[in-house]
């Protein structure tokens, strides 16, 4: 019942008692007449009803205003409390990846069969006063904490928006691609020559009907394959990144899901002999097979370290039309590195391109799967599966080795890899992953090349 009907009502009929009462021959007002009075009552009564039910429409708005105000909390893609307006919203999610990895056909050095929490990550992201949103994502895995992303956008415009904090380095396709979408459980050994998460800031945003999508910003700078909170360089890194998807509108849906970009950054390194400031390559099974020189203890004579500038460039795409997805890049990285009198520009080249199919239908994309018929084994519904293959290599400039940098008999001068996949998607939130990954190396043994390294790698995921 309204507001107006519980206050309204009773209100009128005392007015009216009162008007009927006072019209009585009794109440007359000495020289005004009966019917004078009765109209003058009805007057009275008239603007009483009319200020009351301004009051009680008053008392409605409030009301609904209080009701309003209440929040919603509820469940999609994840537990999210919000105001009625969304003006102020709080979203938990998160996800785990619990792999094994099993070596077969002999271990390389540093390999060892074992099952493993890679990821155990809780995501809270939020809005506050509308435009203004951040996100806090900690890692658990190895039960230690990691805080792997802490930022806060200012989202006034879609086409300029500012981030401050710890995030990707706009740069690597791959990388930036959201682990729990990745086709593969581990990124390609190109994904080497990639920086992690960095902080900075940086202004984004999409244009042209988010056929254009660019970043732009000012980082630290970490070493390829890194990620830090700190800034021992004492310099700063410049990122930018251009993604376009040029047939995004159009009416050929064989021509929308393609992308194309480019991604650079350029800055100066300095490293010590106990920060060195310079990457280590890992195999798909974790194990290392590339690092500078070094010696024990630390000294500059002995040491490699970072030492001028250092820029990368990615020319990078994907495809996807229906169950059909691929992905590719091409990375380089170009860094001056010092080790005692010997001072080198050297370069570092690595490529990437993966391709996959849903076989049972289902639109393959850059942020994974859904299954039209999550699994029910009752009702004969099995989810979705994918079959995924890869090609990576990655290669270190020669002078690398000639100048001493690198040790040949430690490191590899270049590795290529091969990947086989099957991806079962339970539902939306449930991934089983299986891999087989082969990793060939020139060099980096006593003995000429290193032993290839076999892999299967699985994965359980779940994802909220």
Known sequence: MHISSVWTWPA????????????????SGAGESANEKIERRLKELEESVRELTRNSRKLEVAEESRANQKPVAGWQDGFFLQTQDGSYQLRLGGYTHFDGRFFVGGKTSGSTSQFSARRVRVDLTGTVARYLKFRLL?????????????????????????????????????????ATAIYFVERSIADNLVPNRDLGVQVFGDLWLR???????????????????????????????????????????????????????????????NSPNLPTFRTPGRATFFRFAADSPA??????????????????????????????????????????????????????????????????????VTPAQPLDPFGAKWGAFQVAFRFAHIEADGATFALGFADPKHSASAAKQFSLGVNWYLNSNIKLVINYDRTWFRGGAADGDRKSENVILTRVQLAF
């Open 211 to 273: 056929r254009i999508s660019y970043s732009v910003g000012l980082w630290n700078g970490v070493a390829d394959g890194a990620s830090s909170d700190t800034n021992p360089g004492d310099d700063f890194d410049f990122a930018g990144r251009l993604f376009l998807h040029p047939f995004s509108v159009q009416r050929i849906a064989a021509l929308r899901g393609l992308g194309i970009g480019m991604a650079g950054t350029h800055g100066r390194e300095t490293g010590t002999p």
């Open 138 to 178: 900690p890692d658990f895995a190895g039960s230690t904490l990691v805080l792997q992303d802490a930022y806060i956008d200012a989202a006034y415009a879609p086409w300029a928006q500012i981030r401050a904090g710890k995030t990707k380095t706009p740069y690597g396709i791959e990388r930036l691609q959201s």
């Open 299 to 368: 000294t500059a004579a002995g040491t490699t370290v970072a030492h001028g500038a250092r820029s990368r460039y990615s020319p990078q795409a994907y495809y996807y039309w229906g169950p059909f997805g691929a992905l590719g890049e091409f990375n380089t990285t170009i860094q001056t590195v010092n080790k005692g009198s010997a001072e080198k520009s050297l370069t570092f080249r690595g490529w990437q391109v993966q391709a996959s199919w849903v076989l049972t239908g289902e639109n393959a994309t850059y942020h994974g």
């Open 12 to 27: 009128v009929a005392l007015v009216s008692l009162a008007g009927i009462m006072a019209a009585s021959p009794s109440a």
